[in-house]
């Protein structure tokens, strides 16, 4: 209970919003309305990418980045709240979900590499301007499309995603041990990454109420990290996040210049990404909007309406803003 009245506390202090989940689903359209969801493939620098869409060409697009060990699956919820104003457009990255998974030898497992397949896609899908969706391993990837192209990105919406250190928690200690020595660690980040009691815990975090969570989820997951070849490229795209980690001062940089109108709506249950990384967002975009959610890593599971009511309220105030300036 002290835990939690000090977050509520410090949120306060700092301009964040607890939500209340009476506030939610007031901006959305019954699910009644909500467009068709197709499910495609496009060849992309030779790559097979699987990819969910919904919602009219012509209207606001929104790029919806995934983590791991999810695939654009995780955005049904939003697909199903938000295709009727906007359109959605949910990539699965190489390795993950439905798209190709070359083996580790023929196809290099970087976010430097997945997020130039990512723009590769979005310029093959003739996506010249976007909202960008990032949670987790959508962070670095989005970071990077940002940074290549700023003049396509109207707005940020965050979801556990980390771009200061202010978010890594003690669980990063033994993955960092990963980075700096991976001969002599690699076995134990396997075992402890890649788990079925981690993808667990990933979704179930700290929520003292675990019995609100699908462990469906989770199981869905497990069985996808354990498809053949797919413990060497998560491993191999896991060495890459030191990357990450070390580009957090340029991208703190980009945002501090660029100031795009930003949403972090972050699940305080979160066993990975602590709380802190929400005000961090702040540090550097003092007119972000930040809510703190009672929910976890994976909130759009959990909160589907309070979030898309949320998105649908932002960008509504985003665009009128925009055609305020102009």
């Given at each position: 209970m002290f835990k939690l009245c000090f977050i509520s506390a410090m949120a306060t202090s700092l301009g964040i919003l607890m939500a209340n989940p009476a506030d939610a689903a007031t901006a959305v359209r019954p699910l009644a309305d909500a467009e068709p969801i197709?499910?495609?493939t496009v060849k992309v620098d030779g790559v097979s990418i699987f990819y969910r869409e919904a919602g009219r060409p012509d209207a606001p697009t929104i790029l919806l980045l995934h983590g791991f060990p999810s695939s654009s699956r995780m955005y049904e919820p939003l697909f199903t709240r938000l295709s009727g104003h906007y359109h959605l457009v949910a990539p699965?990255?190489?390795g993950f979900g439905n798209s190709d998974a070359p083996n580790v030898k023929d196809f290099s497992y970087t976010f430097d590499h997945l997020s130039e397949v990512v723009q590769h896609f979005?310029?093959?899908?003739g996506l010249q301007h976007y909202v960008l969706f990032v949670q987790d391993y959508g962070g670095p990837v989005g970071m990077r499309l940002a940074v290549n192209h700023p003049?396509?990105?109207?707005?940020i919406i965050v979801q556990n995603a980390v771009s200061h250190e202010d978010g890594l928690g003690p669980l990063w200690d033994s993955r960092r041990k990963f980075w700096k020595d991976r001969a002599a660690n690699e076995a134990t980040l396997r075992e402890n990454f890649l788990s079925l009691a981690s993808t667990r815990q990933r979704h179930i975090g700290s929520n003292p109420r675990p019995d609100t969570i699908n462990p469906d989820l989770w199981t869905d997951e497990f069985a996808f990290l354990?498809?053949?070849g797919e413990a060497d490229i998560?491993?191999?795209?896991f060495y890459?996040?030191?990357t990450n980690v070390a580009s957090y001062p340029s991208w703190q940089a980009w945002l501090q210049q660029h100031q795009p109108p930003t949403l972090v709506v972050w699940g305080k249950y979160d066993p990975s990404f602590l709380v802190a990384e929400a005000a961090a967002y702040k540090r550097d975009l003092p007119n972000a909007e930040v809510h703190v959610l009672d929910a976890g890593h994976f909130a759009i599971y959990e909160k589907p309406d309070e979030i898309a009511s949320l998105i649908s309220s932002f960008l509504g105030r985003t665009t009128s803003d925009r055609a305020k300036e102009h």
């Open positions: 197709y499910y495609r699965d990255y190489p979005t310029e093959t899908l003049e396509r990105v109207d707005a354990s498809r053949p998560q491993t191999d795209l890459s996040y030191q």
